[in-house]
């Protein structure tokens, strides 16, 4: 079997034979923010199936492509769909393609999801900037074999999210009169919501949303150099918070209602990375 660097090379290759050689920052969209690929200028698509060892999205908000093109004038590589421990797949497996985007040399990572509301002066449709993560849970990407090309066996979680790109992301909501919000996600391993006793829990701890991804991306990129900026789509409140039932259908449909300032936003914060 090949190794992980192997497989992450091989991935690499055909993506910069199908979709290009260079790109300034990497977009993943969570669930119901799929909308911005439509944005995208030049765009060329290429199927995760059709990637190897890329792993496929079983989410149906999901499109399960890797798009290219130009946004804010940059040129972006853009994963319409991501992966999920509660899918199956390891932290290591989810967080494959941010391994495959570091032999590509994209310097900055822009993570999106969708979260619950833990904060209770959060409302569904909400934008919020991560300053920080908690993560419960015993695995990581970069445990098992050490592989130098993707960086330190031990290394440096403190500014985890990028200060300056959180600036920028501030500066660009203050001129699009977009309000942004700012705390900490916290990972939850799903495929169920959490309950309402683990909710206040996450709370007492000092979380402001939770949401099942992300946090595994943002441990890699980490690890590989890459300076990573992660927007919450707050969908819903969290268990406990509001007395009625949680739906998958709710998370997407509000992450939907809010796409223009998703959008928006996002690609004024492109705009504005540096070079």
Known sequence: MDSVLEQASQAARVIRNTLGEHFDITVVLGSGLGGLADKLFDK???????????PTSTVSSHAGKLMSGVLGGKRVLLMAGRFHFYEGYTFAQTAFPVRVMSLLNIPYLLVTNAAGGIDTSFVPGDLMCIADHIKFFSDSPARGEHIPEFGPR????????????????FQCA???????????????PGPQFETPAEIRMLRTLGAHAVGMSTVAEVIAANQCGIKVLGISCISNMAAGVLDQPITDEEVVEVAGRISHRFQALVTSIIAHIPE
């Not at 060329?44 to 890329?54: A, G, M, V």
């Not at 031990?154 to 992301?169: C, M, N, P, T, V």
């Not at 203050?174 to 939850?188: C, D």
Request: zero cysteines; aromatic letters at 16%.
């Open 44 to 54: 060329q698509e290429l199927d995760y199936s059709k990637i190897p060892h890329f």
């Open 154 to 169: 031990f290394f440096d979680l403190s500014e985890a999210y990028s200060k300056e790109l959180r600036q920028i992301a």
């Open 174 to 188: 203050e001129e699009l009169s977009i309000p942004l919000k700012q705390g900490v996600y916290a990972f939850m």
